[in-house]
């Protein structure tokens, strides 16, 4: 009877480690890379806001270096669309910038960005403003296309090696990759 007692309390145990086991929440690779870019960004952007305290709502070009694309915005805007494609292209502030130095142009990442705002601008205002018969007005950003991708699908074959400098410069082997 000892013996059988045993045996059942062993049985209950090795079952109710395995249902245990099983019942563990499941780790998504992808939810964590997801949250971990996230998490990265949301610190720059919080060393940023406290850097900025009381400047929120002042123009972006009065405090920072290098502002071309992002005129008339204020910091807080700034910051808010620097998240914005940092969450369309899954990727970190470090894509685009070097975080010492934000100012600086070095990624070709940042140039092309700048070329991306061109294309967009355009592709709203003046083509699909122009086209009749959606059921609501119809804007494409960033996510768009990159849907969380640094390189939305191709239509077509991609040319192999390296890649040339949006502005011409040659590439770019020491510039940031993520
Ligand atoms: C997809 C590329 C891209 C990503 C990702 C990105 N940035 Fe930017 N960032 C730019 C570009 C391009 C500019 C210049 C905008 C302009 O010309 O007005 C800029 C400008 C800035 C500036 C102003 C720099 C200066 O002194 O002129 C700051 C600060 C900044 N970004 C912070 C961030 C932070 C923080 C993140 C991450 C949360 C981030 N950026 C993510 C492309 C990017
Ligand atoms: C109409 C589609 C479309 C829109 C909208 C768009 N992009 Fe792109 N983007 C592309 C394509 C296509 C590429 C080329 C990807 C490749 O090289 O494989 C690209 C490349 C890039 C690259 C270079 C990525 C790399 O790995 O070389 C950056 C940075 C970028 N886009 C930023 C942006 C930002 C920021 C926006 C919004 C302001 C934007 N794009 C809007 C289609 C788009």
Redesign the pocket.
């Known amino acids: 009877m000892k013996i059988l007692v045993l045996v059942l309390f062993v049985f209950i145990g090795i079952t109710s480690f395995i249902s245990m086991n099983d019942n563990s929440p499941k780790i998504e690779p992808k939810a964590v890379v997801k949250d971990t870019l996230m998490l990265d ?1 949301e610190k ?2 919080t060393f ?1 806001k406290d850097s900025l305290k009381g400047k929120e709502t002042v123009l ?1 070009d009065s405090v ?8 008339g915005k204020s910091t807080e805007q ?2 808010s669309i ?2 914005n ?2 969450h369309a ?1 899954g ?3 470090k ?3 070097e975080v010492n130095n ?2 600086s142009e070095k990624s070709r ?3 092309r ?2 070329e991306m705002i061109v294309m967009n601008d355009r592709l709203n205002r003046d083509l699909l403003s122009q086209m009749k018969g959606f059921r609501q007005p119809v804007t494409m950003g960033c996510i768009s296309c990159h849907n969380e991708m640094k390189e939305p699908p191709h239509d077509g074959p991609r040319p192999q090696g390296p890649r040339p400098r949006p502005d011409g410069a040659g590439s770019n082997p020491g510039g940031a990759k993520n």
């Open positions: 960004r720059y952007i940023l972006a920072f270096k290098n502002i071309k694309s992002l005129k700034l910051l620097m998240n494609w940092g292209l990727v970190t502030c894509f685009c910038h934000w100012a990442n940042h140039l960005t700048r």
